[in-house]
């Protein structure tokens, strides 16, 4: 089943998948971001390469030009629902508290979750856990009172030889967007289904399972008909000047969040560098300027 | 921060002229941090490449030119040829912290010496926008590039020299660090990508495999066409440097460590490494820090350069060269003459090249000062707009023509690969592999079989072959079974590694292995160990295992430990069914066992044991094994048979040891009745009787209380075996332990005895012991105890506090109170209500006097002038001053501090001075120290060496290593720096400025240069004890000699420039008696770990005065001596006549000519 994972079992599957989750759609409010909203994103590599190519937030920024909405990017490439990636000079159950403090400092209206896809590697016996900790994450930001979304870890495609068919885990990854899926449902929380997108049949990666920004763009088209986002009168040039902004600014957070040289700055040899550790709140402004701007320029 | 301390009395008045102006000095210096930054600023040298270029001082025969400079390039990283022969380097102006607002917009450039004269005329930015890219590796269409978190690939289509196309190939590279992150590719024979990263580093990598994560140091290995990424090895603090020689074996060098040249097995781990319990070395120990490397060959270069080695001492300006020779399965580098060393402070070699002329290309990052952890970030010294390509070539050798690599046809290009320069076969490689398999394949087959049998070279074309078809993955069975067959066992070494490579593909591969196991070389065995642990399957395991008949080396035997480690998910369940027992073989069972450390396999050896099956030579080993591993009730088993009349008492006692270890590091200890210990209590035997005294500690066996507390107080018995008891008498803790250690602390006349039952009492009734403590420092005058003392009391969970408080109101005398202030301020912690305790009750106050910068640099100024090295390395030899307790200076001293063997090169003096007074203020990468409480109540400071998946190991202020079990650490927090302060308030100014001067030296080139030749650092003298005096008197020299026991050796260090001076060999002086003439003398030894046997050269030099023994037996003395030594350590001792000799004695190692032995001088501390 695995091997044989054709065109038309494939089919099959997003059609189960797309029964399921207009389910949980429904069951949820309809999808909105509202004036005043601060949106902070977690996850993994999908995530945190969203950060650098900005499609996805940039659909969600233009949809609603007349509100004022901020986002906060801290995916972490490999990371999981047990803060796997965020532990670095302790363990990862540190960086996890670490993550929590760092959610509650933004303020979020709105936490996005982006898990699942690096979990489904520890396969049937992984899901209990998986969702077991999911829900911990959920619980433990919950005193937050933001608005929950979900992601769907996106399907991996099948690329070209010798890289070996990623495609072969989406039967796995349909379980694990399965429990995201219920997980929001009961949650009464928005699921931004990127497992059952609608994606055009051209393939949108190199590896199988990482997208370029010819595959974000495509990600965050596809989204914008899945949540139905109305297009708000902007050129695609002026939406281009927008996203560069958004690159720009989330690259500057980045400095702000994960900054450089943090064995120094603020780690355990900040005995030596810790003056310079004012720089890294020195970002925020620059931040702050150039969201001044994308709100002028999503004006239409 | 505590200042430093002195008498309130003397403040003014009571110190000579000397000693008051250093205090004015040093009380300045303590405010002096900001300033810091802009000092020595007009030492900046003219940034002209030719002023550079005018003061280096090359090796015989070799000339430099100046290839390219700033400002067609800066800071470069990395630089790596392309097969067009073009050079492209990551520079880097960002580096070291992007600030806010800034623009990263570092850059890939490639240099291009179009018209070949040596001189590059063309420079292309082929990617700009960048943040401090750290490596750059030409392939696949374009380059790879270190970019901060990612991997990226940048690719130019439209022709016009500038990437176009960019793609993040993987991502989740750590920057915790930025002069640790991802860096020094290299493409390996087998045509993956090698990657470096750093000890700071944690990387987390999303693969279609599964996230591969890395926390800490390591080499990755990356297939781009699969994405196959696994971790080559693992450890080191800054790997900077990783070649391959000819033959496709690994080398790295690291810069931050003090190994020099390691040989790098694949899947080993290396110092600093994380959740590994053994590691490998490197194979010069004592060296300074290294970075870049390269393998050169090729008819550029004389026949003696061919695969020597090439890497930089960027502290100390030099570029070095490194013969490497065959020892066993691994390898020996030795030194040789610099190839380039200059006095000029910004000349920084960080990589080398070999380019398609021949040349030797060196990029030079160009920098006054190094790194972030001693210079602010914002440091107005560094310069981020400078850089040189250096070009080296010998004189009066013509160089290469530079091969055509590119549009070049298949079979022209595979007749690359027998190319001299290993330039034009590995980019031939490439060239070939960007080709594709379908042009090549077909090529490739026809050029295998066309190769001449009868070419000397054949064999190592053959293997070029081989690893063509593995860079394109083409199987090819039937030629690496040849390969496997070669007559040089480099080749045969080489194939074994490809095996794994293919094993769906190879049906043979498992019978192919089991030849190598059994191959008379000992690298091909090596690598046919580590090649099994890739088969999950019981055969491979039983295979590698056979390697455990014979006595293996270090590498192949931390090879077969690893393997065992990683096949142990198979073999392990099937032994403990009983469906596998390695073929009866009870010595490679065992070997297996003892490295899965898995008590499950206890009762396979125990059955194995009772039937008689246990060779008697492995019968210790085996019961060791058991203890170590078992339960308790299998541990009741090794202890009755440890106490049986039969045993020979040196099994008893290592019995016992491991018995007592297994309560103390896994909470196990033997069930049933112990008081059969009773015997072993009362034994004949120290170490028996000392091994059963710690067991009924551990076990508080209460049943033996009076035999331990009658061995504590019998002044017959020796201090360490008295110390054991009480020790022991302490664990039982109840109130007639109080009672006896109360009475031993007040009553016995030995202060090394009354202070350790007094210590030991701080962690039963801490109240009682300080209140004591205070009584018994009035009257001590052991410094040693004294700080003993103090440290038990840091050790106890509360103990300084209480200490603190009982010395409220309270006298101790000065020079107590001096040392207790050392020891505290030297333990890593911060006591402030202690030490300032002890400062009141000391009469001792802390000065903290404000000086201008103007007096700062007054001192940095006459230590610049007047500081006199020669002076200041005797100062430094001090024993008072203790320096060496903790610093090795080439690998003879202590390992708590950094080696000090190029810090002159690196450190600004007033770093040094800062240093020396305020050791906190800038700690070493790698010597901070941590703070660890355990479950007992215990507080444990020291260095972290390194941690595994069950321990913390920690190197203590004593130089010992600690154990920690993890599951006993309640807190782990970092600490500061274990050097006391107030270790110089005994100098003068002067002494002082000598000091400093002394140190500043070190390192640079002149008479304090890190020595190249192999000579003794460390030594051991014999200490003129009352018992050694009565033996020398009554038996010969020789006798003494050669039986060593009950004599006392303590080390001796050779002075910088490689010899001992002879006032630090004690004497024994003996007066004429017995018709024996009156005497003066000493005795110096030195050990030579020999690892591949044949005769060893000894250059002695002056042998006036001497007489040598080797291994206690007598051996004249000559100028120069050829010995045949076998594998294994020796000892040479020298009696030194100090009536007659008056130079310095120093021995050094040479090579014989065709002797193919190795051997190094043991070092150490």
């Not at chain 2, 390996?188 to 591969?212: A, C, F, R, W």
């Not at chain 2, 040891?657 to 034994?683: C, E, H, Y």
Request: aromatic share 8%.
């Amino acid at each position: 089943m695995i091997r044989g994972f054709d065109r038309s079992f494939s089919f099959l599957t997003f059609a189960v998948v797309v029964a399921l989750s207009s389910t949980s759609l429904i069951a949820a409010e309809p999808f909105q971001l509202k004036d005043q909203d601060r949106v902070v994103f977690l996850g993994a590599t999908f995530v945190e390469r969203e950060g650098q190519f900005g499609y996805l937030e940039t659909a969600l920024t233009t949809a609603w030009p007349d509100r004022q909405i901020t986002f906060r990017n801290l995916g972490w490439s490999g990371d999981t629902v047990w803060a796997d990636s965020r532990g670095i000079f302790d363990p990862p159950h540190v960086g996890y508290q670490r993550m929590l403090e760092l959610v509650k400092e933004l303020k979020p209206t709105v936490i996005v979750f982006g898990y699942g896809q690096n979990e489904s590697y520890a396969g049937d016996a992984g899901l209990e856990s998986f969702v077991r900790q999911f829900e911990k994450l959920c619980d433990d930001l919950k005193p937050m009172n933001a608005r929950f979304v979900f992601l769907t870890p996106t399907r991996l495609e099948r690329p070209v030889p010798p890289l070996p068919d990623a495609s072969r885990q989406n039967s796995m990854l349909a379980k694990y967007a399965e429990a995201v899926r219920q997980l929001a449902s009961h949650r009464d929380a928005p699921v931004i289904d990127l497992f059952a997108l609608d994606l055009p049949s051209a393939k949108l990666t190199e590896n199988g399972m990482h997208f370029g920004p010819d595959g974000y763009a495509a990600i965050a088209q596809a989204v914008r008909k899945q949540l139905k986002l109305e297009p708000r009168g902007l050129t695609s040039v002026q939406e281009e000047q927008i996203r560069q902004q958004i690159v720009e600014k989330n690259m500057l957070f980045f400095h702000r969040w994960r900054p450089q040289n943090i064995t120094y700055l603020t780690g355990f040899r900040k005995h030596e560098q810790g003056n310079n550790a004012v720089e890294i709140a020195q970002f925020d402004p620059l931040v702050e300027q150039i969201e001044v701007k994308v709100n002028e320029l999503k004006k239409p | 921060m505590p200042g430093l301390f002195f008498k309130r009395s003397s403040l003014v008045s009571g110190f000579d002229m000397n000693r008051a102006g250093l205090l004015f000095a040093l009380g300045f210096l303590l405010l002096a941090q900001n300033v810091y930054a802009q000092r020595e600023l007009k030492d900046i040298p003219i940034p002209h490449p030719e002023e550079e270029r005018k003061t280096f001082v090359l090796a015989d025969g070799f000339e430099v030119n100046l290839f390219a400079a700033d400002p067609k390039l800066h800071k470069p990283i990395q630089i790596n040829f392309d097969p067009q022969g073009r050079l492209w380097v990551a520079a880097s102006e960002v580096y070291p912290q992007i600030a806010p607002g800034q623009k990263a917009n570092d850059k890939i450039l490639v240099l291009e010496d179009v018209d070949g004269d040596g001189v590059a005329d063309k420079t292309t930015v082929f990617a700009d926008g960048l943040l401090i890219p750290t490596a750059v590796e030409p392939g696949d269409g374009g380059a790879y590039v270190a970019n901060s978190t990612e991997l990226v690939h940048f690719q130019d289509t439209d022709g016009d020299g500038k990437a176009d196309r960019s793609r993040i190939v993987l991502s989740g590279f750590g920057t915790e660090d930025t002069h640790h992150i991802l860096h020094t590719f290299r493409w390996g024979m087998d045509g993956m990508l090698y990657m470096n990263q750093s000890i700071y580093i944690h990387s987390h990598i999303e693969t279609p495999y599964g996230v591969k994560r890395l926390n800490a140091g390591g080499i990755w290995q990356f297939r781009p066409e699969t994405m196959q990424l696994n971790v080559f090895a693992r450890g080191w603090v800054n790997t900077w440097g990783h070649a391959f020689d000819r033959w496709g074996q690994s080398f790295a060098t690291d810069g931050a460590g003090g190994e020099g040249i390691n040989y790098v097995v694949p899947g080993a781990s290396y110092p600093a490494v994380y959740g590994v319990p053994r590691i490998l070395h490197g194979l010069n120990p004592g060296s300074p820090k290294y970075c870049g490397l390269e393998v050169v060959d090729g008819r550029h270069l004389p026949d003696d350069w061919q695969g020597n080695l090439i890497t930089h001492d960027f502290r100390g300006h030099r570029v070095c060269r490194f013969v490497v020779s065959d020892d066993g399965s691994g390898f020996a580098a030795r030194q040789q003459a610099d190839l380039i060393s200059t006095p000029h402070v910004a000349f920084r070699p960080i990589d080398v090249k070999q380019g398609p002329d021949g040349a030797i290309y060196i990029a030079d990052w160009y920098n006054p000062i190094i790194q972030h952890g001693e210079v602010d970030f914002r440091d107005p010294r560094r310069d981020h707009t400078h850089g040189r390509i250096w070009r080296i070539t010998a004189k009066g050798r013509k160089t290469v023509p530079r091969p055509k690599l590119v549009g070049t046809d298949p079979a022209t290009l595979l007749d690359s690969l027998k190319s001299p320069e290993s330039y034009e076969r590995q980019h031939a490689k490439r060239a070939l592999k960007e080709l594709g398999t379908d042009k090549v394949g077909p090529a490739l087959d026809k050029w295998v079989a066309s190769l001449d049998a009868k070419d000397p070279q054949f064999e190592h074309h053959r293997l070029e072959g081989l690893w063509m078809y593995q860079s394109l993955d083409i199987p090819n069975p039937a030629l690496l079974e040849a390969v496997l067959k070669s007559k040089t066992p480099q080749a045969r070494a080489a194939g074994v590694r490809v095996v794994p490579h293919w094993k769906e593909q190879l049906p043979a591969a498992l019978t192919w292995l089991e030849a190598a196991i059994a191959d008379e070389h000992p690298r091909v065995q090596s690598e046919a160990i580590r090649a099994l642990s890739e088969f999950q399957d019981l055969r491979a395991a039983a295979l590698a295992l056979r390697a455990a008949d014979r006595p293996l080396d270090q590498y192949a035997d931390y090879a077969l430990w690893q393997t065992s480690r990683e096949l142990a998910p198979v073999w392990l369940p099937a032994l403990v069914d009983h469906k596998f027992d390695f073929d009866g073989n009870v010595g490679r069972l065992l070997f297996a066992v003892k490295a899965a450390e898995s008590g499950a396999a206890v009762p396979v050896l125990l059955s194995k044991f009772k039937e008689g099956k246990v060779p008697a030579a492995l019968q210790e080993q085996l019961l060791e094994t058991v203890a170590a591993l078992g339960n308790a009730d299998q541990l009741k088993l090794v202890f009755d048979l440890a106490l049986a009349p039969d045993t020979q008492l040196e099994s008893t006692a290592t019995l016992l040891r491991t018995l007592g270890n297994a309560k103390r590091s896994r909470n196990v200890q033997p069930s049933g009745d112990l008081a059969g210990i009773a015997g072993a209590l009362k034994s004949d035997s120290a170490a028996v009787r000392f091994a059963a005294v710690d067991c009924v500690g551990a076990w508080k066996l209460e049943s033996q209380r009076g035999l331990i507390s009658a061995i504590a107080q019998d002044n017959q018995l020796t201090p360490a075996t008295r110390s054991a008891a009480m020790a022991a008498v302490a664990q039982l803790g109840t109130s007639a332990s109080h009672e006896l250690l109360g009475k031993i602390a007040t009553s016995d006349p030995n202060e090394v005895i009354s202070g350790t039952a007094l210590g030991l009492l701080v962690a039963l009734d801490p109240g009682r012991a300080a209140k004591m403590s205070i009584e018994w420092f009035s009257k001590s005058k052991d410094a040693a105890v004294q700080a003993h003392l103090i440290t038990a009391f840091l050790q106890h969970k509360g103990g300084p506090d209480i200490l603190a408080g009982a010395l409220a109101e309270q006298q101790v005398p000065e020079d107590v109170a001096k040392i207790a202030l050392r020891t505290v301020t030297g333990s890593g912690r911060q006591e402030a209500k202690l030490i300032d305790a002890l400062s009141k009750a000391g009469g001792i106050v802390s000065m903290a006097k404000v000086l201008s910068p103007e007096e700062m640099a007054t001192l940095v100024t006459a230590i610049k002038e007047q500081g006199q090295p020669v002076r200041g390395e005797q100062i430094f030899r001090r024993a008072e001053l203790n320096c060496l307790k903790c610093h090795a200076i080439g690998g003879a001293g202590g390992k708590v501090g950094p080696d000090l063997v190029s810090i002159g090169s690196s450190a600004q003096v007033d770093y040094l001075v800062d240093s020396i007074l305020q050791p906190n203020k800038a700690v070493k990468e790698g010597y901070h120290s941590v703070v660890v409480q355990t479950d007992d109540g215990k507080v444990i400071t020291g260095i972290k060496l390194r941690q595994t998946d069950s321990d913390l190991l920690l190197r203590d202020v004593e130089d010992r290593e600690l154990t920690i079990p993890l599951n006993k650490i309640e807190e782990q927090v970092a600490g500061s720096s274990l050097m006391p302060v107030g270790l110089v308030d005994k100098l003068t100014r002067s002494e002082l400025i000598d000091l400093v001067r002394f140190l500043s030296e070190l390192g640079k080139p002149g008479p304090y240069a890190a020595v190249t030749a192999r000579v003794v650092r460390r030594w051991e003298t014999l200490q003129p004890t009352n018992e050694t005096y009565t033996r020398m008197y009554r038996t010969s020299d020789t006798q003494v000699i050669g039986d060593d026991r009950g004599l006392s050796w303590v080390p001796a260090y050779s002075a910088v420039a490689g010899a001992i001076p002879l006032q630090d060999v004690l004497d024994f002086t003996m007066k004429e008696r017995l018709g024996e003439a009156a005497r003066k003398v000493g005795f110096l030894r030195c050990r030579i770990n020999v690892t591949t046997a044949g005769a060893v050269g000894l250059a002695i030099g002056d042998a006036q005065g001497l007489q040598l023994w080797i291994d206690g037996k007598p051996v004249d003395v000559r100028e120069k001596l050829d010995l045949p030594l076998p594998i294994g350590e020796h000892i040479v001792t020298f009696s030194v006549n100090l009536l007659t000799r008056k130079a310095p004695v120093r021995l050094e190692l040479y090579d014989v000519a065709g002797s193919p032995a190795q051997a190094q001088f043991v070092s150490g501390k």
